[in-house]
């Protein structure tokens, strides 16, 4: 069993940059895909990137590509999501998702979920 925990959301002006953590525990990072969904009230959960398990392989939605980044650290069992360019759109709950399987824009491909972060961003 994986267990997820995110961290750094808060609160940034438009235009800001933020970087959110995601820590596992539990089994080795390195057999899991990873991605980032995120949630605005009112709305659906929305795919936002996700890194197979080497870290060579990335893929992006196309409302955040060129602006966020996501990484990894198998060594620290860390997934990092890098938010340049803020805008006030990207204001959501930010939740961290793995898998044993290849990287899917799918929130139902992903077995573990963390509690998530919130991420607002002011305009």
């Known amino acids: 069993q994986v267990q997820l925990v995110e961290s750094g959301g808060e609160l940034v002006e438009a235009g800001g940059s933020l970087r959110i953590s995601c820590a596992a525990s539990?089994?080795?990072?390195?057999?899991?895909?990873m991605a980032w969904f995120r949630q605005a009230p009112g709305k659906e959960r929305e795919f936002v990137a996700a890194?197979?398990?080497?870290?060579?392989?990335?893929f992006y939605s196309d409302s955040v590509k060129g602006r966020f980044t996501i990484s990894r650290d198998n060594a620290k069992d860390t997934s990092y999501l890098q938010l340049n360019s803020l805008k006030p759109e990207d204001t959501a709950k930010y939740y961290c998702?793995?898998?044993?399987?290849?990287?899917?824009?799918?929130?139902?491909?992903?077995?573990?979920w963390g509690q998530g972060t919130q991420v607002t961003v002011s305009s």
């Open positions: 539990g089994r080795t990072l390195s057999n899991y895909a």
């Open positions: 890194i197979s398990g080497a870290g060579d392989r990335t």
């Open positions: 998702a793995a898998t044993r399987f290849w990287p899917s824009v799918r929130g139902d491909n992903y077995d573990h």
